[in-house]
């Protein structure tokens, strides 16, 4: 029975490891990663039935869920994880527990706690907790009035903006925010002062190579090439230039590019047709289109259905969707799970 109890918790590791990986997985849906997530918190619950948080063999983060006093914010931030590991196990403890994602908000006390309660927030608790995070963490609170489409926020966002003294970093995020909020801006220049600043993160990357024109797009994938092979490579797959085509396959070709340059290529053409045009580059058949068109999963965004893509592409392909429709409407949230399972959060 010992051996039955230990291989539980093996095999409920396991499933948090594969968890950690398939969010982020070029051929993973949202409907395959809420079925892994249904079995991870199943298996989580056979442990809690049957195991106990004292047994020393656990992982750290089993050990977490299996002691009530993960419900403290300052318990997930000890653990030596991600933070999006952190925040998938806070609300994996809040399903398990059935309490609402208030529950973490109630006990925000310090700054160092604003990161992790940016990715649990959703719309309504991101505008009851902006003042006080303002208050704490000003660059956290400048995040989450973007990231969450608060609006109202707005006016107090380009206060701040046209406050010099801010330091480099706060001033790039409230540019990036004011731009989600529906403030016009040069993408290419944005880039520019989030890099300089040393805060640009993949996400605000892809938005902004969604929204520029086919110029910009060209300009920020040129200058990154000169600074971040890796990140130049992300923003080609999120350009949907076919232009960028013909060095992507080159790279996926490179040990060293491989996975970053077929991760793009499926972004931009979809898995099947990136599949081929790297088996077989001249029988794919590959459109050509004008520069000014922009692919995502094979198809211009002019004809795309964001409901669908959604629904049924891989998490890069339902970021695409996400800030597509935010770019649309200004004051909807970027990321705002319904639950737990197949949550995209925001800081990537």
């Given at each position: 029975?010992m051996?039955?109890f ?6 409920t ?7 950690l990986?398939l969010a982020?997985?070029?051929?993973i849906?949202?409907?395959?990663l809420?079925q892994?997530d249904y ?6 619950r ?10 020393p063999?656990?992982?750290d ?14 318990t997930?931030?000890?653990?030596a ?5 952190q925040?998938l196990?806070?609300?994996?403890w809040l399903?398990l527990q059935?309490?609402p994602?208030t ?12 990161q992790?309660l940016?990715l649990?927030a959703n719309?309504a608790?991101?505008a ?5 995070m303002?208050a704490?963490d000003?660059r956290s609170a400048v995040?989450?009035?973007g990231n ?8 107090v966002?380009?206060?701040l903006?046209?406050?010099q003294h801010?330091?480099a970093a ?5 540019h ?7 403030q016009?801006?040069d993408e290419?220049?944005?880039v520019?002062?989030?890099q ?11 938005l ?7 110029e910009r797009k060209?300009?920020i994938?040129?200058a ?6 890796t990140?130049a490579?992300?923003a ?6 076919s232009?960028f085509?013909?060095?992507l ?9 491989q996975g970053?340059?077929q991760?793009a290529?499926?972004t931009?053409?979809?898995?099947l ?5 790297q088996?077989?580059p ?5 459109p ?7 692919l ?5 965004v002019t ?16 970021f695409?969707?996400?800030?597509m429709l935010?770019l ?8 705002e799970?319904?639950?737990?399972q ?7």
């Amino acid at each position: 029975m010992m051996q039955t109890f230990a291989d539980l918790a093996e095999r409920t590791h396991l499933l948090w490891l594969q968890r950690l990986s398939l969010a982020s997985s070029d051929y993973i849906t949202l409907s395959q990663l809420q079925q892994h997530d249904y079995r991870l918190l199943q298996s989580v619950r056979l442990c809690q039935r049957y195991l106990g948080n004292s047994d020393p063999e656990l992982p750290d983060w089993l050990r977490t869920l299996l002691d009530n006093s993960a419900a403290e914010l300052d318990t997930l931030l000890t653990l030596a994880v991600p933070l999006s590991a952190q925040a998938l196990l806070a609300a994996m403890w809040l399903a398990l527990q059935q309490q609402p994602t208030t529950h973490y908000v109630q006990q925000y006390r310090r700054a160092e706690q604003s990161q992790l309660l940016c990715l649990l927030a959703n719309k309504a608790v991101a505008a009851k907790l902006y003042q006080t995070m303002q208050a704490l963490d000003l660059r956290s609170a400048v995040q989450l009035a973007g990231n969450y489409g608060l609006l109202d926020q707005r006016a107090v966002l380009q206060q701040l903006a046209d406050d010099q003294h801010q330091n480099a970093a706060i001033q790039a995020e409230l540019h990036y925010s004011l731009y989600l909020l529906g403030q016009k801006s040069d993408e290419s220049q944005l880039v520019q002062q989030l890099q300089k600043a040393d805060c640009l993160t993949p996400r605000q990357l892809q938005l902004l190579l969604l929204a520029a024109p086919a110029e910009r797009k060209v300009q920020i994938v040129n200058a990154l090439c000169l600074t971040d092979i890796t990140l130049a490579i992300n923003a080609m797959g999120f350009s949907g230039q076919s232009k960028f085509m013909p060095l992507l396959l080159e790279l996926s070709k490179q040990p060293a590019h491989q996975g970053a340059a077929q991760s793009a290529l499926i972004t931009m053409l979809g898995s099947l047709t990136a599949d081929i045009a790297q088996r077989e580059p001249q029988a794919a058949g590959m459109p050509m289109p004008v520069s000014e068109q922009h692919l995502v999963a094979g198809t211009a965004v002019t004809e795309l259905n964001l409901t669908e893509t959604w629904a049924n592409g891989n998490q890069y392909q339902r970021f695409a969707a996400a800030a597509m429709l935010v770019l649309k409407q200004p004051g909807l949230a970027l990321a705002e799970p319904n639950n737990w399972q197949g949550g995209i959060w925001p800081v990537a």
